[in-house]
């Protein structure tokens, strides 16, 4: 058996009694207004939020909505603000918080009800934004011939930027995307990031320029760094920020016409 | 969000005008006069702080602004050259930075209770940057049109005596915790914006730069509050001579 690093209660110890908040409001049903819930739970041992809000919904209210798929911190569909900040509820354990919890969905996404929210019809619009694919000159792509060799740095560099599961916790802690609905998020900046270091994507910095050169872009971002201090993935968020902001200055001050694809 | 614009071809492909280079100017000027901002106020402190050395010392480095030792006499207009660079970088740098300020009540209240939710050190700072920064509109202001018309009213004595007799003082300890707070964080956000200062990890990085921003600006608080207490004592014994110029020891002898 895998020993936890976590400080777990001990089997004999009386356990703690939970008291979860939920932010509830369904907007499919508005004539319900958004409303504060109190549920009470044991804590059990190992128990993780999303162990927790299952058992609620499983013993209490089966009306109660969250999203989850993996349980294990890779799909980022259990995103929700727990006591403040966005974190993912199947890698917070209840042990790392307080006996009073309040929960509340991802500010900045569309609700779809309680803790439930759709990243994913953001994260398309921003992947449709920053054109967050490869982007190749040959037209044809010869699909029996060997794919390019890449150096494994270079290829672990690039997945080390892929890990991102897109679940909105970066957007969500932001300040100015708070302020600000149409600022582009850290995360479409480590989307871009990962395709500047992919030989095969071969765009140049101008182009990147057209798509996160501006206000609404890197240059909106005012260096909070909440996005680095909540991503659960640990993503080197700051880093890249920093990375393309100075890229994307130089083609700013470069004066070229960047020389577009055409 | 919404999405830019709506794509039959992959835009990098097409042919189009190309975006406006002017965000990323204003943005590595907002950076930079930010930081020849901050650098000269390290000076800045330095030279006000010679007073603690001694009042002969104060009056050197003041004698040196105003050109005293490279062309044998004072020539103030030295200093209101220096003040009147220094308030068109402060202008520049006000209107940089004012396009990050909240635009309306709605992102105000926005941002704070975001900020109340979150509990997030950098987060926090952000507001007492935006706060400082508007104080420091009007406090910098009018220090900077005092020192542009009256650039020959600075020494031992007569900076004293405008801290005390004139009761300069009061602008000059809020604006000292404005500035000192402004500096500090905006130089810690401006290394971590453009990953200047980076140590092996980024965690690592960022705790340098918190321990190295508190710590300057501990420093320059004391310095300045040490600094601020002298000229006012100063000032306070002075009272009476008001007006009067400072002679330093060795010229004493010469000097009725």
């Known amino acids: ?262 | 969000m919404h999405r830019k614009a709506e794509l039959a071809v992959p835009a990098a492909m097409a042919v189009r005008p190309r975006s406006s280079r002017m965000p990323a100017q204003l943005d590595v000027l907002q950076s930079a006069t930010g930081v020849v901002l901050a650098l000269f106020m390290w000076g800045h402190m330095f030279f006000v702080a010679s007073i603690l050395v001694s009042k002969d010392f104060m009056w050197a480095v003041t004698r040196m602004f105003e050109g005293y030792f490279f062309f044998g006499r004072s020539y103030p207009g030295v200093v209101s050259t220096l003040v009147g660079g220094i308030l068109l970088l402060f202008v520049a740098h006000a209107a940089l930075a004012m396009r990050k300020f909240p635009a309306n009540y709605q992102q105000y209240r926005l941002f704070m209770s975001h900020r109340a939710a979150m509990r997030h050190e950098d987060t926090s700072l952000w507001v007492v940057q935006i706060a400082t920064g508007f104080a420091l509109f009007f406090l910098v202001s009018i220090h900077l049109y005092q020192m542009l018309m009256h650039p020959g009213d600075i020494g031992p004595y007569a900076s004293s005596d405008r801290v005390w007799s004139g009761r300069w003082w009061p602008l000059y300890l809020v604006m000292l915790f404005c500035v000192e707070l402004h500096g500090g964080i905006g130089l810690s956000r401006v290394a971590a914006k453009w990953g200047w200062f980076a140590s092996a990890t980024a965690r690592q990085t960022r705790r340098r730069l918190k321990l190295l921003k508190w710590g300057v600006t501990a420093f320059l608080l004391a310095l300045g509050l040490t600094t601020l207490a002298a000229y006012m004592k100063i000032g306070h014994e002075h009272a009476a001579q008001a007006g009067e110029r400072y002679t330093p020891e060795q010229y004493r002898s010469v000097t009725p």
């Open chain 1, 1 to 262: 058996m895998i020993e936890s690093p976590v400080a777990l209660p001990a089997e004999n110890q009386t356990p703690r009694r939970l008291r979860i908040t939920v932010l509830r409001y369904n907007p499919a049903v508005p004539e319900q207004l958004p409303r504060l819930q109190t549920y009470e739970l044991d804590e059990a041992v190992g128990m993780t939020l999303f162990i927790a809000l299952g058992e609620i919904r499983e013993t209490q209210d089966p009306s109660l909505q969250f999203d989850f798929v993996c349980r294990a911190g890779i799909c980022g569909s259990c995103a929700m603000v727990i006591n403040g900040r966005p974190g993912l509820a199947c890698r917070t354990l209840t042990t790392q918080l307080p006996e009073t919890i309040a929960l509340a969905p991802l500010p900045g996404f569309a609700l779809i009800g309680d803790l439930s929210v759709d990243t994913g019809k953001w994260m398309r619009a921003m992947s449709e934004r920053v054109e967050s694919w490869l982007h190749s000159h040959d037209v044809e792509v010869d699909l029996d011939r060997a794919e390019a060799r890449m150096e494994p740095e270079l290829a672990e560099a690039i997945y080390e930027l892929d890990r991102c599961i897109e679940c909105g916790c970066c957007v969500a802690a932001c300040g100015t995307a708070r302020m600000r609905e149409d600022f582009v998020g850290a995360v479409a900046v480590n989307k871009l990031a990962r395709f500047r270091l992919d030989p095969r994507d071969q765009r140049d910095d101008a182009d990147y320029y057209e798509v996160i050169g501006d206000d609404d872009g890197i240059f909106g971002c005012m260096t909070l760094l909440a996005c680095d201090d909540v991503c659960p993935k640990n993503l080197p968020l700051m880093t890249q920020l920093a990375y393309m902001r100075r890229k994307m200055a130089a083609v700013g001050w470069r004066g070229s016409d960047g020389a577009n694809h055409s």
